[in-house]
């Protein structure tokens, strides 16, 4: 069963701003680290930004300084602020749950559908 489900996602042009969030479509745990993950078409799945439930995050240098990663517990929602955007962020943007603070794939369970964020230059 999907526990996350991203949203915000859109077009935007180069140097804009977007704010995806992540809410939880079913029961969910305030330990759980979240991780916010993107695929470009023919790339690999990367890492973006993960979050774990104390407040702590860690961010891919692609885009540090550029997007940041928060939470809102009571809110069960995480939240990936994009701004000063880039046509190579383009990429359908997933968030997944992890027992540990990872920045793995292979580390996160419960994906959801992503949200596709388009960059025009």
């Known amino acids: 069963q999907v526990q996350l489900v991203e949203s915000g996602g859109g077009l935007v042009q180069a140097g804009g701003s977007l704010r995806l969030s992540c809410a939880a479509s079913g029961r969910t745990f305030s330990t759980y680290t979240t991780g916010w993950f993107r695929q470009a078409p023919g790339k690999e799945r990367e890492f973006v930004a993960v979050i774990a439930w104390s407040g702590s995050t860690y961010v891919a240098d692609s885009v540090k300084g550029r997007f940041t990663i928060s939470r809102d517990n009571p809110k069960n929602t995480v939240y990936l602020q994009m701004n000063s955007l880039k046509p190579e962020d383009t990429a359908v943007y997933y968030c997944?749950?992890?027992?540990?603070?990872?920045?793995?794939?292979?580390?996160?369970?419960?994906w959801g559908q992503g949200t596709q964020v388009t960059v025009s230059s």
């Open positions: 997944a749950n992890s027992w540990t603070f990872t920045t793995a794939t292979r580390g996160f369970g419960s």
